[in-house]
């Protein structure tokens, strides 16, 4: 079997760290169980480009358990846990990963992924899909479906279905309500605030923090800051979620506003140069800047490195850039993901629940998928409810149900006051 990982005396430290998040993966291993009998993915071939960590590893397992041969190559060069890609080659899961990697490598395993002439893919953020469509037409005939996990690979999904260029059927995990209102809310708010913890170990109560975007991440990263006493100030585009966060209680400012004011700025919209030169230009001596959504492009990092005279990295994940005026910003994880570059990722009790869909609609692409066409599709509601309940069940939590009445009241238009 071929793979490329960084290490493979690893292997012990990562199957330990495995262990540890499957503890958490109640849905998920209750699913594998299933997969272990029924054995729905035998014979198929499925690559996948997710972050290696210990919960995409319980993933990985489940999918090999359900007879699927898997090959695993990083959706970001910087969230690799090289212990945990070792332990999953061990696994005989294809792993080409290794934490660090340049663009190039980054790349190169893509390429290595698709080799396996896969008949599924599963991607996080579509460089996987991307790179099939433009640069591997020699596998994308046998590919016959796919996942998308996160907001900013079913955006680009969308706009390759509508620009006609879609070859296959995916299947929008994120969008799935146990994924989104659980993973991009809970999940980043927590993991990201551990990232700005463990990057910098800087008191946030009192302390300005400004998080742009008020989607379902930017509302659980500012959640979790002013949990921890931190002053948020939100800035957003879209007035029905700007009017959201004035609700919820935060300021809502123009970011030219927000900049002279700010002392740490988080990043998760999805979007590009959200933070740009006219913003740093007016920052404060010793703003930290990060990002949390997908790509690092959030910061204008090439207007960071023009407008600095010095740069230099301070500590693991911080680096220091020293403008004319004798300002510091410091820049942190390089723009990339602060959960996955400098924590963990999110906490395994919520990847229980977007991998649980995950496997689930790998199972469902397996059997067919209903003939679906080369589009964006929801995961079926079905899988999204069994996941409620099964989440539900492995947290001990059990709820009402409806009396006769009540269901034929919900059901009816004739009983008014
Ligand atoms: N770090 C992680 O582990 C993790 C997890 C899930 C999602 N993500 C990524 O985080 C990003 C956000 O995801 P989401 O689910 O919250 O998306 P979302 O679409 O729900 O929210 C994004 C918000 O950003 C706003 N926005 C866009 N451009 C803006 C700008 N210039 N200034 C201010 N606000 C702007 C939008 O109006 C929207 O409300 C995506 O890239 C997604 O892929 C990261």
């Not at 493979?8 to 958490?24: M, P, S, V």
């Not at 970001?76 to 212990?83: A, G, H, I, K, Y």
């Not at 998308?148 to 006609?164: F, K, Y």
């Not at 939100?234 to 123009?254: I, S």
Request: aromatic share 4%; charged share 25%; glycine share 8%.
């Amino acid at each position: 079997m071929e793979f490329h990982v960084r290490d493979q005396d690893l292997t012990a430290a990562g199957r330990a760290r495995i262990a540890w998040a499957e503890r958490e993966m109640h849905v998920l291993r209750r699913i594998r169980d299933r997969f272990v009998r029924e054995r729905p993915l035998a014979g198929v071939r499925i690559a996948a480009c997710l972050h290696v960590t210990a919960e995409t590893a319980a993933l990985a397992r489940t999918l090999v358990a359900g007879g699927a041969t898997v090959r695993l190559c990083a959706s970001n060069p910087l969230s690799t846990q090289d212990d945990v890609a070792a332990a999953l080659v061990e696994e005989q899961v294809g792993v080409f990963a290794v934490r660090g990697e340049d663009r190039e490598t980054y790349y190169r395993h893509i390429q290595q992924a698709l080799d396996l002439r896969p008949h599924l893919t599963l991607d996080d953020g579509a460089d996987l899909v991307t790179t099939a469509h433009e640069q591997r037409r020699d596998v994308l005939g046998g590919i016959t479906g796919g996942t998308e996990e996160t907001t900013t690979g079913v955006i680009r999904l969308r706009a390759m279905a509508r620009d006609g260029v879609l070859r296959y059927p995916i299947i929008a995990v994120n969008d799935a309500r146990t994924k989104h209102l659980f993973d991009n809310r809970y999940g980043t708010g927590q993991s990201t605030i551990d990232g700005l913890l463990r990057a910098t170990n800087l008191l946030l109560a009192g302390r300005t923090v400004v998080v742009c975007g008020y989607g379902l991440c930017g509302r659980g990263v500012a959640m979790r800051a002013r949990g921890l006493g931190a002053r948020v100030i939100v800035t957003e585009v879209d007035p029905l979620r700007a009017l959201e966060a004035v609700m919820d209680g935060y300021q809502v400012l123009r970011l030219a506003e927000a900049a002279p004011a700010g002392e740490v700025f988080i990043t998760v919209t999805g979007n590009r140069d959200v933070i740009r030169r006219e913003h740093l230009e007016r920052m404060r001596d010793g703003a930290v800047l990060a990002n949390s959504g997908h790509f690092n492009v959030e910061i204008d990092i090439p207007a960071l490195e023009d407008l600095a005279q010095a740069k230099q990295r301070v500590r693991e994940h911080v680096d220091e850039y020293r403008l004319p005026d004798g300002r510091r910003l410091y820049l942190l994880a390089e723009g990339r993901l602060l959960n996955l570059a400098a924590a963990e990722g999110h906490p395994a009790a919520v990847m229980d629940m977007s991998f649980a869909n995950q496997a689930l609609a790998v199972e469902y692409l397996a059997r067919g998928g209903r003939g679906l066409a080369p589009a964006v599709h929801p995961v079926p509601g079905e899988i999204d409810a069994a996941v409620a309940e099964l989440k539900l069940a492995a947290m001990g939590i059990t709820l009402d149900a409806l009396t006769p009445e009540q269901r034929r009241y919900l059901a009816s238009w004739s009983e008014g006051t």
